[in-house]
Structure formats: C-alpha cells, structure tokens
C-alpha cells in the first residue's frame, strides 16, 4: 500500500514555511513516540508528555543529551531546570511555542507537534539538527499529508487539494481548491462510484440468473437509465478539467503589434506598475518582458512584446523572432493598433499571419483613443467577405476603457475554458482525476454500446467494473504505491 520511501510512522520532521530570515518559523513533527522524544529536548519535558490534544505550551529547545558530554555550561545555559529529563546546564536553542497535537486527532492522525520558533536559518538549522539527533528524520514531500491519507484522515481528492490550495495564485483558485478539499469532489465521486456498482450488481445478478437458464443474457442492461446518468454525471465532471486548470494554473496573455503602438504603456496600466520602457522612439522594447496578473480570480502571465515591423535590424529581429514564439503559445493576444497611425497594411499582414489553425482569435485593440477616436463602426474589416472584427477603444495614456478590456479577456477566457451550456458539478484539478474520469467514461459509454447492440451481458460487466475501479482510484480506495508515490512527491516537503 505504500511507494517506496513513503509509508510507516516512524518520526518525521520538516520545515513547513519557507526557508530564509523572518519573524517566526513553523516545524513540524509527527511520528510514532513524537512526543517522547522531543520531551527529551524541551525544557518542561513534563509539560509535553502529559500536555492534552489541541493545547499549545510554552518552552525552550535544548541542546539533545549526547552532544554535552564534556561540555560545562554554555553562555545562555538553561539554568531553572524542571524537575526531571536532566534539563539543567544544557544550552538552550529557541524559546518556543508547541503546539501538541494527539492521535487520531491531528492532521496526519499521529500525534504530532507544531514548533513556533524564531524565524532565521541559524535557528531552524539548530532545531532541526536537534529534532534529527533525537531520532527524528527529514520528511519526504508530501510525507504528512501521505500519512493523512493512509490514516483515513484525507482521501485522495482532498489530499491533492491540499496542493492545490498551496500554490493557489489567486483568491478564486484558493476558493475552488478549498471546495475540493471540503470533499465536495469527494462525495460526487464516492456517489457515482456507488451507482455505478448497483448498476454493476443488477448485470451480475442477470447474468448469474441467465447462466443457469443457459443463455449469455443479451437483453439489454438492466439499470440502464442509472447507467446513462452516471455517464452525464461523469462527462460533466471531465468537461470541468479546462475551467478549472484555468483558475489553478492561470493563462497566457500576450500584447502584440507594430512599434509604438502603445503597448508597453497598456502593459504598466494592467500590471499597475511602471516595468516596461516607454518611448517615443518605435522599437523600444527588445526583449518581452512578462508580471503576473488577476483578471477576476484568473492568474494572468501577461507579456509585453518588441513590435512587429520589417526591419533589418538584427537585435529587433531575434526580439521579434521571440515575440511570435510566445504568440504561438498564447491563449489570449491583445493586438494592438496605433490610433493615431491607424489601421495599416503592416497590422492587416500581421493579423493574417497570426490567424492559423488552432490559434485564438485576438482582442483588437484601438489604442490611443484619447487622441484618436476609433472608426465610427467600432470594427474592421480584416478581409473583404468577412465579418467585421469587432474594436475596443482603450488609451493606455489615460486609462480609458482598461476596465472593458479586462472584462472582455476574462470573458474571453472562461468562454473558451467553460463546459458547455456550463455545469455545477465539483471541478477537477488534476490530469491523474481527468485521465481516471475519461477512463471510467469510455468504460460505461461501451458498455451502454455493447448493450445496444445486444450484446451478451459477460461482455459488459467487465466494463462496468473497469469504470467502478477508475473512480475508486481516484478517491484512493483502490490504489497502488506507484500511485501514491506519483501524487504525493509532487508535494512541497513539510506538507
Ligand atoms: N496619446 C496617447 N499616447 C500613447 C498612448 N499609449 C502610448 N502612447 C505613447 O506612444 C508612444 C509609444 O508607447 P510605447 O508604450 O512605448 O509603445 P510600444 O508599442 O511599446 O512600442 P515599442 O516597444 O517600440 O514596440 C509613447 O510616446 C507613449 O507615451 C495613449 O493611449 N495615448
Ligand atoms: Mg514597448
């Protein structure tokens, strides 16, 4: 049941807030005797020992028993020993608040402890070194979460979800992260994984029922409309994967056009800072420079390009070279046009060349509106027999239609991502639940495809259950160490 590395409940530690110099550090312990052995390391090992669940003491770190040896006191020796564990004389490392923590009732489902000490890597390494010599080793990533699932405390969707949540960029990626976490993916899973079984038990009871009238049952699935609702059910959840990839892991946004067309100035109006170089001279900005925004809870990588002209300078063409790589990946492209210069033969070659199979259709931007008005249609006809393309006004001078702008890029990009006709089922997160919910799919949908064409009943229910083993993966019910292994290393350590 376990990956190799991961599994038993020896004592663990690991830092659980990111390393470097800061007011406080938070360490954390679980494991088998966890409470033991850091006594044997604080200054009221009492305290700890008899300390109940969910209560926080107060104390010191000392220095463990084998290091001291030889040595007298140090400066900063502990020198109001308690009544027992040999504490006095012993050099003192932190003063520290723990948090105790007793099985089943913790995260991991261990006993375990929270170490608040002062933030700073001299600090965290002594502590830890002492926590290592008491005969606690460094956890692996992921290790205390692992522990939560194997304990029955988490099931593998909220297990993921507590990745999720870690690495949330935005305050709607942390809210659909928590909703996993809550189990709401959890319950919707466990309820058609259940269905899905009633539906394989009435195939099998036919089919035992069939065997002894000696025939293979080919007369439909029984269940059938419960087989079809758990398919709908299952679709849903797979068509969630795109919106919330999108919420978790965030876009592309990329600002292309000619030189000068104001595209480093409406890159600094939606990053709100002055990072790009504005000038009046045309091929300013070589390089793409590139910042992370919100756009309503959708983490943005937006990037500000060189302009797009023919040029016979070598330094503006690798730069424009590297503008169409990131083009190429975008899933969002605001062009943007240079009002007072107007719509030009360059941006109509341009747009065309950016219009190939796949790619999405860009945001047209009419920028410098301030001293420019748009054409009074408000689009442009990009090729004779086709639709208008619709403009936007905006100036990135004065900030003028920026809050439309980003209206329409959201839209544009939930548009894409959304389900369609939209659903309210739980969202997955992760490629391992998309690639098991496409796979439990496909396993009903042939299924209810044999049924139709009469085929006999010991051809379906494998199928069948093939699509209840798929879902049971995914909540960790039927599971193997390989992978265990493969979600929880992708976690941070101390998580
Ligand atoms: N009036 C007006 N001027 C603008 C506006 N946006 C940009 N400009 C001016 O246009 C010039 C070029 O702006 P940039 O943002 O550097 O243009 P760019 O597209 O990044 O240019 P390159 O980096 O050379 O490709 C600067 O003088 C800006 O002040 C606008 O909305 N209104
Ligand atoms: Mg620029």
Redesign the pocket.
């Known amino acids: 049941m376990t990956g190799a590395g991961y599994g038993g409940a020896d004592p663990i530690a690991a830092l659980a807030t990111p390393p470097g110099e800061s007011a406080l550090a938070q360490i954390r312990a679980s494991g088998e005797n966890a409470l033991e052995l850091f006594a044997s390391i604080f200054s009221s090992p009492e305290k700890i020992k008899k300390a109940p669940g969910n209560s926080v003491v107060h104390g010191r770190i000392l220095k463990p028993v084998r290091r001291e040896v030889s040595a007298g006191p140090a400066a900063g020796a502990c020198s109001s020993g308690t009544s027992s564990g040999g504490t006095e004389g012993r050099e003192i490392i932190d003063e520290v608040l723990v948090s105790v923590f007793r099985a089943p009732r913790s995260y991991t489902g261990e006993d375990c402890l929270d170490i608040s000490c002062h933030g700073g890597s001299a600090v965290v390494k002594a502590v830890m070194e002492a926590l290592r010599e008491t005969g606690f080793r460094d956890s692996l990533p992921g290790e205390f979460t692992f522990r939560a699932f194997i304990n029955g405390k988490l099931d593998l969707t909220r297990a993921e979800s507590v990745m999720e949540l870690v690495s949330a960029k935005t305050g709607a990626g942390r809210g659909r992260a928590v909703n996993r976490l809550s189990g709401a993916l959890e319950v919707e899973i466990r309820e058609l994984r259940d269905l899905l079984v009633q539906v394989l038990a009435g195939t099998e009871l036919r089919l035992d029922y069939s065997e002894d009238e000696g025939d293979a049952g080919g007369e439909g699935l029984p269940d059938r409309p419960l087989a079809e609702a758990v398919l709908e059910r299952l679709q849903a959840l797979a068509a969630s994967y795109r919106m919330e990839r999108l919420y978790q892991e965030g876009a592309l946004g990329v600002i292309a ?1 000619r ?7 409406l890159f600094n109006r939606l990053v709100k800072e002055d990072r790009s170089i ?8 070589r390089d793409w420079i590139e910042a992370w925004i919100s756009l309503g809870g959708i983490p943005l990588r937006l990037a500000d390009t ?2 797009l002209r023919d040029s016979p300078d070598e330094v503006e063409q690798l730069g424009m070279a590297r503008s169409r790589e990131l083009l190429a990946a975008a899933d969002l492209v605001l062009y ?1 046009i240079d009002g007072c210069a107007g719509f030009t033969g360059e941006d109509r070659r341009f747009l065309e060349s950016l219009s190939g199979p796949g790619a999405p259709p860009p945001l047209l931007l009419w ?2 509106a ?2 420019v008005p748009p054409p009074a249609e408000g689009a442009l006809l990009l090729k004779p027999g086709t639709a208008p393309f619709p403009l936007l006004a905006i ?4 900030g003028e239609g920026a809050a439309a702008l980003c209206a329409a890029m959201t839209a544009l990009l939930e548009d894409r991502n959304s389900p369609e006709g939209g659903n309210n089922t739980p969202g997955i997160a992760s490629a391992r639940q998309k690639g098991l919910i496409d796979g439990a799919a496909a396993a009903v949908e042939e299924a209810l495809d044999l049924a139709d064409r009469g085929e006999p009943l010991d051809l379906i229910a494998p199928l069948l259950r093939e699509g209840v083993n798929a879902l049971g993966e995914i909540t960790g019910e039927v599971s193997t160490a390989d992978i265990l292994e493969a979600v929880f290393s992708r976690f941070c350590v101390g998580k």
């Open positions: 056009g030189p000068n067309a104001g595209k480093s100035s504005v000038t009046d001279i045309p091929g300013t900005t060189a302009g943007v920028n410098k301030d001293a100036s990135a001078k004065t």
